[in-house]
């Protein structure tokens, strides 16, 4: 077997600081975003930007409800989603059929003195979910795992960060990454993502995207304290009626070893964009070498037997 | 709630165009939720033509190596020389397509400060700088006389054909390490994709090369690697569920569609004139080389196309998690 430093991924651990080799380390720090409190305000987005520097990305226009940011990128380390339903907010019954549950038609933009039809848009029938995505710091990070150059690393505090005075822009953390979070900065050359706002922790500070909510929905401190927090809130969420309260990425025993960030959500996560079930792709690895050795043994084999016979 | 009936924003099935003439369309598809259709994965940020191309070369430049030293040790100094020079030509384009491909060329060297088995680029890049200096100490015996050097030359030939197979088969779990549905559902099978392409492209590169007398080796090869990609395509192609969808339309579909066709080509001339007209053995090496080119970019377009289309993404997970709870 490698080295038990490098293969964070083969192992199921609660302690990534420590299995990297920390001897003593603070608690592992996280995120606990409750979408069930978040107003789509996008304070974060813009406390990310400004606290990390990260450049402006084009000003689109999507569509997708208010969402002009459209996901997390090199340039966009968090990220709120707008999903708009016709579904009640709360006392939600549990076996909702989805199929009614399209988006809505805003009409956008009504030409001047022409109002709506009374009554078409004002459905009681509505919600609106906002949810701030952000990277989910794995305990098994596939992106860390692939990096070939150590740009990648895990810090004290159990988060991944990128180094940009090593990263050589290989690209490979981007499609390793099984939500879509790392991406590449072409005008740079190199990858940008999330840092937890490593430099703030570091201070004491929490970070500036959980500094800027103004409801608290993205909540900042110890794993471990924010995970014993969300079964609570997802207790009296489930008690008030909100029958669809669920929690993503907590769980220890998922694909990722459960995320460094996880979250409250209202609907399944593929609503939101996030996989159902995300699993690092450097589980699979083991067997993957066993195979390219298999193959490329056979590869000698079959040089080997195309010189038998004849001429 | 059954998964089935389930749309959010009316971007069932993940597509933005023409998305309300397809819902009749999509009858006996099993619908998923999705944010507005966009991807959940990001697509590799790689150029085809620095990384698809690299696929193609790695692997005719390492089986090229094997094959070259069984020629040499056969007495097939004809079927060895172009093996040799081929490797060695196959291999530094390809470092220069890895090279370039960085978003910080200048950097490359970054990649040699760490060893990580978890990372499949940073063992290739391992097996490379073993690699190339012997496939080049190699070729450099054909083209001038080494003098007391000639060992230096040997043991290149010698090195390259056992480094060779591993050069050819790494780039597979390189793909294969990945959240990209197409690459990563089909990791068992696509080492063996992968020898196999190598296998026939080296076979082309020989009976293009090689004169008649030498070059059986390599039209058993040929019959021996195009079959065996074939195989390990089609097992693929059944494992990987609905997302074998990528490997058959748009560009990835074509590609695919020709690589097999010229494959076969290449195999049917090989074995039909390859032993008696330079011209139908010429010919029938280009079909081969042409072949494993087009599955290497096949492959990475279907890469491309699955993650692009969240369907590839979430209906496998949800089905993996159906399957996990009864």
Same mark, same amino acid.
């Given at each position: 077997?490698?080295?038990?430093?490098?293969?964070?991924?083969?192992?199921?651990?609660?302690?990534?600081?420590?299995?990297?080799?920390?001897?003593?380390?603070?608690?592992?720090?996280?995120?606990?975003?409750?979408?069930?409190?978040?107003?789509?305000?996008?304070?974060?987005?813009?406390?990310?930007?400004?606290?990390?520097?990260?450049?402006?990305?084009?000003?689109?226009?999507?569509?997708?409800?208010?969402?002009?940011?459209?996901?997390?990128?090199?340039?966009?380390?968090?990220?709120?989603?707008?999903?708009?339903?016709?579904?009640?907010?709360?006392?939600?019954?549990?076996?909702?059929?989805?199929?009614?549950?399209?988006?809505?038609?805003?009409?956008?933009?009504?030409?001047?003195?022409?109002?709506?039809?009374?009554?078409?848009?004002?459905?009681?029938?509505?919600?609106?979910?906002?949810?701030?995505?952000?990277?989910?710091?794995?305990?098994?990070?596939?992106?860390?795992?692939?990096?070939?150059?150590?740009?990648?690393?895990?810090?004290?505090?159990?988060?991944?960060?990128?180094?940009?005075?090593?990263?050589?822009?290989?690209?490979?953390?981007?499609?390793?990454?099984?939500?879509?979070?790392?991406?590449?900065?072409?005008?740079?050359?190199?990858?940008?993502?999330?840092?937890?706002?490593?430099?703030?922790?570091?201070?004491?500070?929490?970070?500036?995207?959980?500094?800027?909510?103004?409801?608290?929905?993205?909540?900042?401190?110890?794993?471990?304290?924010?995970?014993?927090?969300?079964?609570?809130?997802?207790?009296?969420?489930?008690?008030?009626?909100?029958?669809?309260?669920?929690?993503?990425?907590?769980?220890?025993?998922?694909?990722?070893?459960?995320?460094?960030?996880?979250?409250?959500?209202?609907?399944?996560?593929?609503?939101?964009?996030?996989?159902?079930?995300?699993?690092?792709?450097?589980?699979?690895?083991?067997?993957?070498?066993?195979?390219?050795?298999?193959?490329?043994?056979?590869?000698?084999?079959?040089?080997?037997?195309?010189?038998?016979?004849?001429? | 709630?059954?998964?089935?009936?389930?749309?959010?924003?009316?971007?069932?099935?993940?597509?933005?165009?023409?998305?309300?003439?397809?819902?009749?369309?999509?009858?006996?598809?099993?619908?998923?939720?999705?944010?507005?259709?966009?991807?959940?994965?990001?697509?590799?940020?790689?150029?085809?033509?620095?990384?698809?191309?690299?696929?193609? %070369? #790695?692997? &005719?430049?390492? /089986?090229?190596? =094997? !094959?070259?030293?069984? @020629?040499?040790? *056969?007495?097939?100094?004809? +079927?060895?020389?172009?093996?040799?020079?081929?490797?060695?030509?196959?291999?530094?384009?390809?470092?220069?397509?890895?090279?370039?491909?960085?978003?910080?060329?200048?950097?490359?060297?970054?990649?040699?400060?760490?060893?990580?088995?978890?990372?499949?680029?940073?063992?290739?890049?391992?097996?490379?700088?073993?690699?190339?200096?012997?496939?080049?100490?190699?070729?450099?015996?054909?083209?001038?006389?080494?003098?007391?050097?000639?060992? %230096? #030359?040997? &043991?290149?030939? /010698?090195?390259? =054909? !056992?480094?060779?197979? @591993?050069?050819? *088969?790494?780039?597979?779990? +390189?793909?294969?390490?990945?959240?990209?549905?197409?690459?990563?559902?089909?990791?068992?099978?696509?080492?063996?994709?992968?020898?196999?392409?190598?296998?026939?492209?080296?076979?082309?590169?020989?009976?293009?090369?090689?004169?008649?007398?030498?070059?059986?080796?390599?039209?058993?090869?040929?019959?021996?690697?195009?079959?065996?990609?074939?195989?390990?395509?089609?097992?693929?192609?059944?494992?990987?569920?609905?997302?074998?969808?990528?490997?058959?339309?748009?560009?990835?579909?074509?590609?695919?569609?020709?690589?097999? @066709?010229?494959?076969?080509?290449?195999?049917?001339?090989?074995?039909?004139?390859?032993?008696?007209?330079?011209?139908?053995?010429?010919?029938?090496?280009?079909?081969?080389?042409?072949?494993?080119?087009?599955?290497?970019?096949?492959?990475?377009?279907?890469?491309?196309?699955?993650?692009?289309?969240?369907?590839?993404?979430?209906?496998?997970?949800?089905?993996?998690?159906?399957?996990?709870?009864?």
């Amino acid at each position: 077997m490698s080295p038990p430093s490098l293969l964070s991924s083969v192992r199921g651990h609660g302690d990534p600081a420590g299995d990297t080799g920390y001897a003593e380390h603070p608690p592992r720090m996280g995120f606990f975003t409750d979408t069930s409190l978040c107003i789509g305000c996008k304070a974060c987005e813009v406390a990310c930007k400004e606290w990390n520097r990260v450049p402006e990305d084009g000003l689109n226009f999507t569509g997708m409800s208010f969402d002009n940011t459209e996901g997390l990128s090199a340039d966009t380390w968090r990220h709120v989603a707008f999903i708009e339903q016709r579904k009640p907010i709360a006392g939600s019954e549990a076996n909702f059929q989805h199929t009614s549950a399209n988006v809505i038609d805003l009409g956008l933009a009504p030409a001047p003195g022409t109002a709506p039809p009374a009554g078409t848009e004002l459905d009681s029938d509505f919600r609106w979910l906002m949810a701030s995505d952000v990277c989910k710091h794995c305990t098994d990070a596939a992106c860390l795992d692939v990096c070939p150059t150590g740009a990648l690393f895990r810090t004290e505090f159990g988060t991944v960060v990128v180094q940009e005075d090593i990263c050589n822009g290989c690209g490979y953390c981007v499609p390793a990454c099984p939500y879509g979070v790392i991406g590449k900065r072409e005008e740079d050359g190199r990858v940008w993502k999330c840092t937890l706002c490593y430099d703030r922790l570091g201070q004491g500070q929490e970070p500036a995207c959980a500094k800027a909510c103004p409801t608290n929905s993205i909540q900042f401190g110890e794993l471990d304290e924010l995970r014993e927090r969300a079964s609570g809130r997802v207790e009296q969420l489930q008690q008030a009626g909100v029958l669809d309260a669920r929690l993503y990425g907590h769980d220890p025993h998922d694909g990722v070893g459960g995320d460094g960030a996880f979250f409250l959500l209202l609907d399944e996560p593929e609503v939101y964009g996030l996989p159902p079930d995300p699993v690092a792709t450097t589980r699979d690895l083991p067997r993957m070498w066993r195979n390219a050795a298999i193959a490329a043994v056979g590869l000698l084999g079959a040089v080997g037997a195309s010189f038998a016979g004849h001429r | 709630m059954s998964r089935s009936e389930m749309t959010v924003n009316g971007r069932t099935g993940g597509r933005r165009r023409g998305r309300r003439g397809r819902r009749e369309s999509m009858v006996g598809e099993a619908e998923f939720s999705s944010y507005y259709g966009r991807p959940v994965v990001k697509e590799p940020t790689w150029a085809p033509l620095d990384i698809a191309g690299y696929l193609f %070369l #790695g692997g &005719l430049a390492g /089986a090229s190596s =094997a !094959l070259a030293a069984g @020629a040499e040790l *056969s007495a097939r100094p004809g +079927l060895a020389r172009p093996l040799k020079l081929g490797a060695a030509g196959a291999i530094s384009l390809s470092l220069l397509a890895l090279v370039h491909d960085l978003g910080r060329p200048a950097r490359f060297l970054n990649m040699l400060r760490v060893f990580k088995p978890t990372s499949p680029m940073s063992v290739g890049v391992w097996i490379l700088t073993a690699y190339a200096p012997a496939a080049g100490a190699a070729a450099l015996d054909e083209l001038v006389p080494l003098g007391r050097l000639r060992p %230096l #030359g040997k &043991l290149g030939t /010698a090195g390259a =054909a !056992l480094l060779g197979p @591993a050069v050819a *088969s790494y780039t597979a779990v +390189l793909i294969s390490d990945t959240a990209t549905p197409a690459w990563h559902e089909g990791h068992r099978e696509m080492p063996f994709v992968f020898v196999g392409s190598a296998a026939s492209a080296a076979a082309g590169l020989g009976l293009l090369g090689a004169p008649l007398a030498e070059n059986a080796p390599a039209r058993r090869l040929a019959v021996i690697g195009a079959l065996a990609e074939l195989a390990a395509v089609r097992l693929l192609e059944r494992r990987v569920g609905i997302v074998a969808e990528t490997y058959h339309r748009g560009r990835a579909g074509v590609l695919m569609r020709a690589a097999e @066709a010229l494959s076969l080509l290449g195999v049917a001339g090989a074995i039909r004139g390859g032993h008696r007209s330079r011209l139908a053995a010429a010919l029938s090496g280009a079909a081969l080389l042409a072949a494993s080119a087009c599955a290497r970019f096949g492959i990475f377009e279907a890469g491309r196309a699955s993650a692009r289309d969240p369907k590839y993404t979430v209906k496998p997970q949800r089905e993996r998690l159906r399957d996990e709870q009864p």
